[in-house]
């Protein structure tokens, strides 16, 4: 489970000559809902001079949620509780959470803004996303010293535009755009879609895709707000781009991009997925000065030149 930290040196400049908000990251590999984790974690904060936390370790699957829910309620509560006592026993105040448009779960309303009604979720990921949220509500209420940005991603895809970063799941992939790159390839012979009977235009579900690059600069933003903003309490924001493409969407447009078929089969709907849904991200753009700027074609031609460069992701064979 991976977590970023920061911590105060001198400010460094970044290769393109934008000031970076932070200049030494590093990421600790811990597996948090271990009885030990707790020490394990007290150790690094010891280690480094930490002002900053931010977690983005969980499992995300929401089709996976639904068969080991456990497993999702274990890790992904569990684990964010312990870096907070961890953070707490270290005077480390400012955090970073990875959440998900899932807290939202079917919406009443489109596009989704932040006051839209969290809760009533379709899945057990969703549930764990929104719990948490209420965890760390709960927190800042408690303790007046606690400063937390949730931001709530949509549907993060793609790969740094040099091809060297990309996604590899492990197995099967269980989101759409490692799956359709794997076709493209000939890592896999068919795409399954799940469902083509939704309320929506070719029949298809349509999400709010966003470039992992855009995703990773939100951070950024999160991070820069921490650090230069006085202000203490919980604070949520959308990042998406606020636009919805359906699923078959991404396939004409990856095929376009890769210049490859994409073999595809419609199955069942999978249990959790709700038909429509997409971001409004102007408050993210409001308070932290962010706004997505990388569209569909980036987000598919990226993910191609690191599949193509690497048919068999991270593996030597």
């Known amino acids: 489970m991976n977590v970023l930290v920061t911590e105060k ?14 200049t030494e990251l590093f990421f600790t590999e811990t597996y948090l809902q271990k009885v030990f984790s707790i020490e394990q974690n007290v150790a690094e904060y010891t280690k480094h001079k930490i002002d900053m936390v931010a977690h983005f ?10 068969r080991i829910p456990l497993q999702y309620y274990h890790n992904n509560m569990t684990g964010t509780n312990v870096i907070l006592e961890a953070m707490a026993d270290n005077n480390v105040f400012k955090f970073v959470y990875s959440s998900s448009a899932t807290v939202y779960g079917e919406p009443k309303f489109l596009p989704v803004t932040e006051d839209h009604p ?15 949220e209420e965890i760390l509500k709960d927190l800042c209420k408690s303790d007046k010293r606690w400063a937390v940005v949730s931001l709530r991603y949509f549907n993060p895809v793609g790969a740094h535009s040099s091809g060297c970063i990309g996604e590899d799941p492990n197995g099967e ?10 076709v493209a390839v000939g890592r896999r012979d068919i795409l399954r879609i799940y469902g083509s009977d939704f309320p929506t235009s070719d029949g298809t579900g349509v999400r709010d ?4 690059v855009d995703l990773a600069e939100g951070h ?11 202000e203490t309490g919980f604070f949520a924001y959308n990042l998406g781009t606020g ?16 210049n490859r078929k994409i073999n595809f089969e419609f199955t069942d709907r ?11 991200a102007s408050l993210a753009e409001i308070s932290l000065g962010w706004k997505a700027k990388r569209g569909i074609k980036e987000m598919c031609e990226d993910t191609w030149r690191w599949q193509s460069n690497n048919p068999s992701g991270y593996a030597t064979k």
Do not use: W
């Open 270 to 280: 999978r249990s959790g997925d709700v038909a429509t849904c997409y971001a409004d």
């Open 209 to 212: 895709y966003i470039h992992i």
């Open 220 to 230: 950024l933003k999160a991070l820069e707000k921490l650090r230069n903003v006085a």
């Open 243 to 258: 636009r919805g493409y359906s699923v078959l969407d991404m396939v004409h447009a990856f095929e376009k991009a890769s």
């Open 9 to 22: 040196i001198d400010t460094m400049q970044h290769k393109t000559s934008q000031k970076l908000l932070i």
């Open 173 to 182: 992939p269980n989101n759409l755009m490692p799956f359709i790159a794997q």
């Open 57 to 66: 370790a969980a499992l995300k699957a929401v089709g996976e949620s639904c």
């Open 118 to 132: 969290t809760g009533n979720c379709t899945s057990p990921y969703g549930k764990t996303k929104y719990f948490t």
